[in-house]
């Protein structure tokens, strides 16, 4: 019989923190504190296989769960005296999810279940407290109406303002029992008058509907774009976790919270964290009260710090911190709840966190022995390395500060305003920056938070929705903004005799919580020595090299400061698009006489050589891959009038004869015509001049500094051993006239981009006139599924959301297709020349999962853009980690 359901607590912990493929995150976690002696309230978790069966039979459930359910449910009772649907001592459950990896807000839960009219009567009896038993009831139908049964949350939440006007209070504790109860009353009459039905009285069939409501939610439009996001496959599934509940609304001896065992946002080892007295957990991250912080360190006036409210559950939860992060060896993510001063934890996970938090945590545990330099390598996501190049505010810079909120995620970010998600998404859409502004965020907004350069909260604390998710996504937030207030209605902002409609621009600091009229200039960001640090740490370890696509002075000092390896792809046709220049490529292209086309070339070859020769100086002896030009001739053409009027000047020509001659060079389909080797070819002369250019630039700039300038001559578009072998004798032809006229020697590299499908099946030919191969992936991706990158956008999505596609494959190689002519061009090409170098410059050369497949296939070096380096460099390391623990396994 297959094991559906594993119980925890109590002496009895089924599972384990390795099993969270099949608890999930929180069931395992809640096994694992269990059994090394924390207060875990009991309870037992449904495993994902259930999820995965529920969905494939039609949301139907395994014949014999329902047993096993009952048998965990008896469990729970014995372990608290107490009876499910009992009248006189009723025992309550929470109705949790638990995916494998963390989904804040993502999904359903129910808190309180098993109350109904007699047995909140028995609750009141039991507790002593008539006011808490009728307070936890409301919450539970308020719930269970908006989760289960689909009533929309501010039906409950318009009736209970109007219930606080009319008795002239704010906060919910100042509400008696007898008042509650009439809340209660509305919310059943709320319930049946949006769906037709009773609010189910019964327990058991609360609990199933309570279970089917955090299986369906796994598929609800905000976990699915959530997963998509992260990159999360919709066949993990979730887990359900039923657990005992406890109190943080019994009096003023009880209180829930959240808590991290470092700052998340900064790293520094400081206990951080939040909560609140008389309040359960959803209390804490709705953002509906102020939450209170938890020491007395981070207290200021006016607060009312853990430490001291209640000492004796704050000691215990500082052994626990302790406990927990030497347990688990990171940062951990805690809910608790206290009830009558004792702590119960109902949760830990390896807490979500800033890159720069992520950074800093990393290097200090492997300090501290905690982890080692692997682990702290492979503990940074490769990819949260870009939120550390996020810009700060430019110190000198002018500004209008208009409130101040809590530094919720770090960085500085302008936009309009909007209060949306729905009209975020449609103005990043249109290339717009965008702040999304909200009272609150929730998880219905997390497709918004996404396209918006920040997000702006007036309600919320530093472990709210719109911080956890923010930091997650690497989005500028400021939370908590009390002196913000939105009028949805009119779509406008008000912040202290500020209005600020929709389309206005605002600025965030993320790092301090200001939050700033207009757009405020910004500086480049300073990379710790945290940063270095690890950076050398994964340097010591990678096999690739790393390098950048990069064609202008800027780019290249970019990369070096980054610590590329050199340039994998300089593309000179993007050198051809200056005011100084552009009239002499139209010329070249579109002249007939010879005299006039080679004093085009002959004015190209001076800007050229000058772009060579700074590029040249800047690497300073590391390897420069120059790639031949590789234009579609349109994008070179004249277009505007006063373009075509100026070429017929240049060339005597009238505006008819031009446009008739570039009409004679227009192409269907120009991606797939005169381009590429096939340009240098036909036109030897264009080709000639580039690769003189670079040579006297490479003589030039070695005389200057001493070192011994190698450049690499890269022709691209290349299908056939014929053509890379006229190709590179035209250029070594050229290469000797220079090198006889200076009475100099030079070494040199000549290549190939890999690009066409029948370039890798003929690899083993192409390479016996190659020094290297530079897999382009972005036009080998293109042929091999036949599809524009330019034109895709309108139909990729679809085949990644359907499930078409596991990923967009212009963002990480598709292995089984683009990647299969990968490995066998590597293949190939080694084969036919053992020393052939091998690299990557297409767009994929800056993805973390493709950086490991090229690992794995045995490039040399991989190439992406310069503020993707540092990504690379650690997705390099990370990969040979990988691979190093396979082979030990193997």
């Known amino acids: 019989m297959t094991k559906w359901v594993y119980s925890f607590g109590n002496g009895l912990n089924e599972g384990r923190a390795e099993m969270r493929n099949l608890l999930g995150g929180k069931g395992a976690n809640l096994a694992e504190m269990a059994s090394i002696g924390l207060p875990v309230p009991p309870g037992f978790t449904i495993t994902t296989e259930v999820c995965s069966a529920f969905y494939d039979n039609g949301r139907k459930y395994p014949a014999d769960l329902q047993a096993q359910v009952g048998a965990a449910m008896q469990r729970i009772e014995d372990a608290m005296g107490l009876r499910f649907g009992d009248a006189d001592a009723p025992l309550l459950v929470s109705v949790r999810s638990g995916a494998r990896v963390s989904m804040p807000g993502m999904m359903d839960t129910v808190l309180n279940l098993g109350l109904n009219d007699r047995t909140v009567e028995g609750l009141a009896r039991s507790s002593g407290d008539e006011r808490f038993a009728w307070d936890s009831y409301r919450r539970f139908v308020q719930m269970y109406g908006s989760v289960v049964m ?78 998509r996001l992260h990159d999360i496959p919709a066949s993990w599934g979730t887990a359900v976790n039923v657990q005992s509940m406890v109190f943080g609304n019994m009096g003023d001896d009880c209180a829930t919270g959240v808590c991290f065992t470092r700052d998340p946002s900064t790293g520094e080892n400081v206990f951080y964290g939040e909560y609140l007295v008389n309040a359960q957990g959803e209390d804490v991250v709705a953002g509906i009260r102020t939450p209170q912080p938890m020491s007395c360190a981070r207290a200021e006036e006016g607060q009312h710090p853990m430490e001291t409210v209640l000492p004796d559950a704050y000691a215990e939860l500082l052994r626990v911190r302790s406990l927990l992060e030497r347990h688990y060896r990171d940062m951990q993510d805690i809910e608790f709840t206290v009830q009558r001063n004792v702590l119960y934890l109902l949760q830990t996970r390896n807490g979500k966190r800033t890159a720069a938090a992520a950074l800093k945590i990393a290097i200090d545990m492997a300090r501290e022995g905690l982890i080692s330099k692997e682990d702290a390598i492979c503990r940074v996501p490769a990819t949260s390395l870009d939120q550390l190049l996020h810009p700060a505010l430019d110190p000198k810079a002018e500004r209008v500060q208009l409130t101040r909120g809590l530094p919720a995620s770090p960085g500085a ?114 990379l710790s020595d945290d940063f270095n640090t690890l950076m050398g740490w994964a340097d010591s370890i990678r096999r690739l090299g790393v390098r950048a696509n990069a064609e202008t002075p800027d780019d290249a000092k970019t990369a070096c400061r980054f610590g590329a390896e050199g340039i994998g792809l300089a593309r000179t ?22 005299t006039v086309r080679q004093r085009a070339i002959n004015a190209l070859l001076v800007f050229q050589r000058d772009d060579f020769v700074s590029i040249f100086r800047i690497m300073a002896g590391l390897p420069v891959t120059v790639r031949l030009l590789d234009p579609p001739l349109h994008e ?65 700039v070695s005389d200057e500094t001493g070192k011994g300038i190698v450049p690499e001559i890269m022709i691209p578009l290349v299908a056939t051993k014929a053509e890379l072998e006229v190709a590179r004798r035209a250029a070594e032809a050229e290469i000797t006239a220079v090198l006889q006229e200076r009475g100099a020697a030079l070494d040199y590299r000549i290549g190939t981009m890999i690009e066409l499908p029948r370039a890798a099946i003929q690899a083993g030919e192409i390479a016996h006139h190659a020094d290297f191969f530079s897999f382009g992936t972005n036009d080998l991706t293109q042929t091999t599924f036949g599809l524009s990158r330019d034109d895709a956008g309108s139909f990729l999505p679809f085949y990644v959301d359907h499930g078409l596609l596991p990923k967009d494959p212009f963002v ?79």
């Open 812 to 890: 990480s190689i598709d292995r089984e297709g683009v990647g299969a002519l990968v490995r066998m061009g590597v293949e190939r090409g080694r084969a036919a020349h053992p020393g052939l170098k091998l690299g990557i410059c297409g767009e994929h050369g800056g993805d973390p999962d493709s950086i490991a497949f090229f690992d794995e296939v045995g490039l040399d070096y991989v190439s992406c853009s310069p503020f993707r380096v540092p990504v690379a460099r650690l997705a390099a390391a990370q990969a040979a980690l990988a691979h190093r623990k396979e082979n030990a396994a193997a």
């Open 150 to 227: 689909g009533v929309a949350h501010h039906h409950f939440e318009d009736v209970l303002d109007q219930f606080k006007r009319t008795l002239g209070v704010i906060d919910d504790t100042a509400i008696s029992a007898a008042q509650w109860r009439e809340v209660v009353k509305a919310y059943h009459e709320i319930i049946r008058e949006h769906t037709g039905q009773e609010f189910p009285s019964d327990p058991q069939a609360q609990l199933w509907g309570a279970i089917g409501a955090v299986f369906g939610s796994w598929m609800n439009p905000r976990a699915n774009t959530y997963r």
């Open 413 to 526: 970010a302008s936009g309009a305003v909007v209060f949306t998600a729905e009209e975020c998404e449609a103005r990043a859409a249109r290339g717009e920056d965008v702040i999304l502004v909200r009272v609150e965020t929730s998880p219905e907004d997390v497709h918004g938070m996404h396209a918006a350069r920040g997000v702006l909260t007036a309600r919320g604390g530093m472990t709210s929705h719109a911080a956890v998710v923010a930091r997650g996504m690497g989005r500028v937030c400021v939370a908590g903004a009390g002196s913000v207030h939105i009028d949805y209605a009119t779509m406008v902002m008000t912040i202290d005799g500020h209005s600020i409609a929709e389309g206005d621009w605002i600025t965030l600091d993320g790092s301090t919580g200001a939050v700033y009229l207009g757009r405020v200039a910004t500086i480049p960001p300073i």
């Open 636 to 700: 070179f053409l004249p277009h505007a009038e006063a373009e075509f009027a100026e070429v017929a000047t240049a060339l005597g020509r009238t505006v008819e004869e031009i446009r008739a001659r570039c009409a004679s060079l227009a192409e269907a389909n120009p991606m797939l015509g005169h381009r590429g080797c096939r340009l240098g070819l036909t036109n030897p002369e264009i080709y000639a001049m580039q690769v003189r250019a670079i040579i006297e630039a490479a003589l030039q």
């Open 573 to 594: 046709e993007h050198m051809f698009f200056g005011p100084d220049r552009i009239g002499h490529v139209r010329q070249m292209i579109i002249a007939d006489e010879e």
